[in-house]
């Protein structure tokens, strides 16, 4: 049963197999790895949608598992057995397994990795972990394999449907099964059909599809028409090489057509790059800077790319997610995206500037100074040295709800202490803490993050239990960039640069001068940056000094997670030992 009344009445099949359902990713409690299939596929139904059906394209494994349940109660067998009769026995897949558990059987297999960005270190990934949400979601990724048994499921896949004159698949299914059912980018260049991704390629029609899972990533994409395909497997997490080796491949054995840019091959100073390009489909200007003699691209509310040259013109992100490229033209950019391309046109002259680029005129000393008397002026805000904030957790687009204690004690050090649970069931357990110089992220489902590099410096920021007073110091420039509206509330907009940390937006009322939302992106150390906007409501004063009591932390990965404050005590006792590590059964 979904949450949505019209969704729930008119889903069908074909719904869950394109990812129409309006559900953002759902991963959280199948992370954990203490639901049932039938949970798993429950909790989706408490998941609040993002979407209409049909009226956007939104990733969901958990629909790709109610799916392969639903094969297993029509066939009246489960799902791992339908799928070795049906397609690894005739195929000759000898060498592939239905979960993590059953590879370890075989006489060769391999162990996962994670690699730290920071560190340069690659660590094994506990196998144990990589198991148990796989159980739980078979049909959405639990399958094992190998190169040479992947490269016969891809010959199936190039010949229609067939295999040694045999069909598996109807003609009529397998044209179903590779047309696009739904649309990703506005222009049909990137598109969805019942579990492949669909690309054009020159004219041609790619399909591909990845799998991520703890400690393994592979990739694979096929050119029909001209069979040409090919896989890749890795036992490193979050590998780009299978993006990268797609145009590596397909440009190598098909060639690459001319393009609409002639300046690709061709290679311009750097400075010739540098300015503002309007990115229409989202409304923002992309500007294009040079910084410590590196190009630069700065996006509103996102951290800052660098950009690694290609050739000639073409630049990679090397700091975004795979599959990201930009090439420069005279007048206009192109980005390169897994969404599909977009042409951007280099602004030049003069024009109309928006609300943000006219700078009100105050300082941000003036503004800053305005901040700390909203929430209760300096002096009140020093006579507070320790703060404990008991609050109720509720992931709306994620089906998750819990609860978490937040300690913090002056100077430096912070702790926060997170229950999960679904169905009032604990299905997950949580730790992550600063002792002044070091800390720890730790989930009893996912491997221990020790904190480095960037995300140790914004930790850093973060704890300092006087950062509103100590701005001058954590960060090194401020910047009051415009006004913007958040809501119906217009807001000053202010860039705050650390430096070594990450830069974060604030946006503060003109009116009350609180802090109403923040924006940034959280530094990894594996290297993938996810950008985050925390909204503040329902500021309430106590001990002098006035807090929101509910936060809106908000990310393209597990959606709206609404955290509602039920008590806070200040000036208590906190021993220090607190801020330390805890077994939650992890390494």
């Not at 896989?231 to 440009?251: A, K, Q, R, W």
């Not at 690459?256 to 311009?268: C, F, M, R, W």
């Amino acid at each position: 049963k979904m949450k949505d009344l019209e969704t729930d009445k008119n889903m069908t099949i074909r719904d869950l197999m394109d990812h129409s359902s309006g559900l953002n990713r759902t991963d959280l409690a199948m992370l954990t790895g203490k639901l049932s299939r039938k949970e798993l596929i429950q909790v989706a139904g408490e998941v609040q949608p993002m979407a209409k059906l049909n009226e956007k394209f939104f990733y969901n494994n958990i629909m790709f598992s109610a799916a392969g349940e639903i094969v297993a109660t029509v066939q009246k067998q489960s799902w791992e057995s339908f799928v070795q009769k049906r397609i690894f026995a005739p195929l000759g897949m000898n060498n592939s397994a239905m979960s993590i558990a059953q590879m370890q059987k075989t006489k060769d297999y391999s162990f996962g990795y994670e690699y730290n960005s920071d560190t340069k270190e690659t660590t094994k990934f506990p196998i144990s972990l990589a198991v148990r949400p796989l159980d739980g979601v078979a049909a959405a990724g639990a399958i094992t394999s190998s190169a040479r048994d992947m490269a016969k499921w891809i010959d199936f896949t190039m010949n229609g449907g067939e295999i040694n004159g045999k069909r598996l698949v109807s003609e009529k299914s397998y044209e179903e099964w590779t047309k696009p059912q739904n649309k990703i980018s506005p222009n049909d260049n990137f598109s969805y059909s019942f579990g492949w991704f669909l690309k054009d390629f020159d004219g041609l029609q790619g399909i591909g599809h990845g799998g991520n899972v703890p400690g393994f990533t592979s990739w694979a994409a096929m050119i029909p028409k001209k069979r040409l395909g090919f896989v890749m497997l890795s036992n490193v997490s979050n590998t780009p090489f299978g993006n990268e080796l797609t145009s590596i491949i397909f440009d190598g054995f098909l060639g690459k057509k001319e393009t609409s840019n002639p300046d690709n091959s061709v290679s311009v100073s750097p400075e010739k790059e540098v300015g503002k390009y309007r990115f229409e489909q989202a409304g923002v200007d992309v500007e294009i800077q040079i910084k410590d003699g590196k190009l630069t691209a700065i996006v509103p509310g996102q951290p800052v790319y660098e950009l690694q040259n290609i050739s000639g013109r073409k630049y990679k992100l090397s700091n975004a997610p795979t599959g990201f490229f930009v090439t420069f033209s005279d007048d206009s950019l192109l980005l390169e995206q897994p969404q599909g391309n977009v042409k951007m046109s280099k602004i030049t002259g003069s024009r109309k500037t928006s609300k943000s680029e006219n700078k009100p005129k105050i300082t941000a000393d003036e503004l800053m100074s305005k901040a700390i008397e909203a929430v209760g002026g300096e002096a009140n805000y020093r006579k507070i040295t320790s703060r404990v904030i008991f609050a109720d957790i509720d992931a709306v687009h994620q089906g998750v709800k819990g609860n978490s204690t937040v300690y913090a004690k002056f100077p430096n050090k912070t702790a926060t202490d997170t229950t999960l649970t679904v169905f009032g069931k604990t299905i997950g357990k949580g730790w992550n803490f600063f002792d002044g110089r070091s800390g720890e992220d730790a989930y009893s489902y996912y491997s221990l993050e020790k904190f480095s590099g960037k995300r140790l410096e914004d930790v850093r920021i973060d704890s300092d239990f006087y950062s509103i007073l100590n701005w001058k110091t954590n960060f090194k420039t401020v910047e009051v960039k415009g006004t913007e509206k958040v809501g119906e509330e217009k807001c000053f907009v202010v860039e705050l640069t650390p430096e070594k940390g990450t830069k974060v937006t604030n946006y503060y009322s003109i009116k009350s001068f609180l802090l109403v939302k923040r924006s940034g992106a959280t530094a990894s150390s594996s290297g993938h940056s996810e950008s985050y906007t925390i909204t503040y409501f329902d500021y309430r004063e106590i001990d002098g000094i006035r807090l929101p009591f509910k936060t809106v932390n908000t990310t393209e990965s597990m959606g709206d997670i609404i955290s509602t404050v039920k008590s806070v005590k200040q000036n208590v006792k906190i021993d220090d030992k607190l801020f330390s590590p805890r077994n939650l059964g992890v390494k």
